[in-house]
């Protein structure tokens, strides 16, 4: 076989078979490893294949009889943003947008390996905890494989756009009185007893879906690494399975560095930027973490060790920014270069622009920021900070009156 499951911890490694998310001797977090001699993969090899996760495949844990359950994630844009970066006061600034995969967030990316590893496993049930968007998706690629799911989300905490889609795809949707920490408990437990196949982030199948971020990053670069990557961090899965895509990359021959990884946290839910502060390998949780970001609103990230070793390991950081820095990144994206984010993804730009004010990111660095989800994920935040439209009698005066107030 040419890829296999390893503890991080006691670098033990687990059967395939089992149907285990941590160490069953340690409990640590598990991760995937290739065996590189066996997996052929090349620029040439990968040359004029169509963009999507599954360009990747080779350095995917999937025999090769294995059929995906896709619904064409990934392949997703990457912007070249001058009027951004003039405004933040860098050179060179790429927005990698996750909103434009079908479910509107990078974890159809995670759920397509995920869902096909639960066929694969002969789960016949799958669910996850969610702020919103891993129930999203998890719904639309159940929904796919004609199997159940099961999704249980902080009651009155999750944003409209996000319970619609895990409504209508058929998932049963639960919400439960208390926050996305309890209910991640909550599913754990669920999954133990019902042999269900967890579908969050502390799956590893999962995030080996989302490290293709990192692939697709390079690839369209031109096999090219920026100097730093910028993203919004939460339950911490997204920024390890990048890291670990570019570092596969590197260790393939196909890339030669990895970029510094940055991870932004939101001011009211920031563990593992303390952790780092704290020069720490560990978070302490948080217990009722707060933001308008309700998709990063996590005060006990299952995967902090993982992302801070991936922080640490790079070069990188971690920080956080207000709620108000993060509406105003929301704008400066949508108006400065038409790209409309859900506030928990406008959190990298936020961050860069502070990371950029207070020196720590030099002007000639190149900076790929990741937007995660799309604005029309959380329309009530939208009305919220914009106001809602004007609304005036049928005639042309009318209009024209509020045309032209200032
Ligand atoms: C839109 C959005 N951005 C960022 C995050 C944070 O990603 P991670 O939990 O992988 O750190 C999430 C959810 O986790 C999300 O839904
Ligand atoms: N923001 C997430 C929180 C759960 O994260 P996961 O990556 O562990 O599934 C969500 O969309 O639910």
Redesign the pocket.
């Known amino acids: 076989m040419f890829y296999g499951l390893r503890c991080i911890a006691c670098g033990r490694s687990i059967e395939l078979e089992r149907i285990v998310y941590t160490c069953p001797h340690c409990g640590g977090l598990l991760e995937v490893v290739y065996d590189l001699d066996k997996i052929e993969i090349s620029r040439q090899s990968l040359e004029g294949v169509k963009e999507s996760v599954w360009k990747y495949r080779s350095l995917l844990p999937f025999p090769a009889d294995i059929k995906p359950i896709s619904i064409q994630e990934g392949g997703t844009a990457l912007y070249r943003c001058d009027r951004l970066a003039a405004s933040i006061g860098i050179d060179e600034l790429y927005v990698k947008h996750e909103g434009l995969n079908p479910t509107g967030?990078f974890?159809d990316r995670?759920m397509t390996v995920g869902v096909t590893k639960a066929l694969e496993l002969g789960m016949e049930v799958v669910a996850?905890?969610?702020?919103?968007?891993?129930?999203a998706a998890l719904s639309i690629y159940a929904a796919k494989a004609g199997i159940p799911a099961v999704v249980l989300l902080p009651a009155g905490k999750v944003a409209l756009g996000k319970v619609a889609q895990a409504l209508m795809h058929g998932a049963k949707v639960i919400g439960i009185r208390g926050n996305?920490d309890d209910a991640l408990t909550l599913v754990r437990d669920l999954c133990e007893k019902e042999r269900f196949y967890l579908l969050?982030?502390?799956n590893p199948y999962r995030l080996e879906g989302q490290k293709t971020i990192g692939f697709e990053i390079a690839d369209q670069l031109g096999w090219r690494v920026p100097d730093r990557l910028v993203l919004p961090v939460?339950?911490a899965?997204?920024i390890t399975a990048i890291f670990k895509g570019f570092v596969e990359f590197r260790a393939a021959g196909i890339t030669d560095t990895v970029p510094k990884m940055c991870g932004i946290q939101a001011e009211g839910s920031c563990p593992v930027a303390d952790a780092f502060r704290a020069g720490k390998k560990d978070i302490e949780p948080e217990k009722n973490p707060e933001t308008i970001a309700t998709?990063?609103r996590?005060g006990d990230p299952?995967n902090a060790v993982k992302a801070l070793a991936a922080i640490y390991d790079s070069g990188g950081l971690a920080d956080t920014v207000s709620d108000d820095e993060i509406i105003q990144a929301q704008r400066d994206l949508a108006k400065l270069e038409g790209i409309g984010v859900e506030p928990a993804s406008a959190a990298s730009v936020a961050g860069l622009r502070k990371l950029v004010e207070n020196g720590a990111i030099k002007r000639d660095e190149s900076v790929v920021c990741v937007t995660t989800g799309h604005l029309l994920k959380d329309p009530e935040e939208v009305i919220t900070v914009c106001g809602a439209p004007f609304e005036v009698d049928a005639r042309i005066e009318e209009v024209m009156r509020v045309v032209r107030e200032r």
């Not at 996850?128 to 129930?135: I, K, L, M, Q, R």
């Open positions: 967030s974890k995670g996850c905890a969610s702020t919103g968007n891993t129930s996305f969050n982030s502390i939460g339950n899965g997204n998709a990063i996590i299952v």
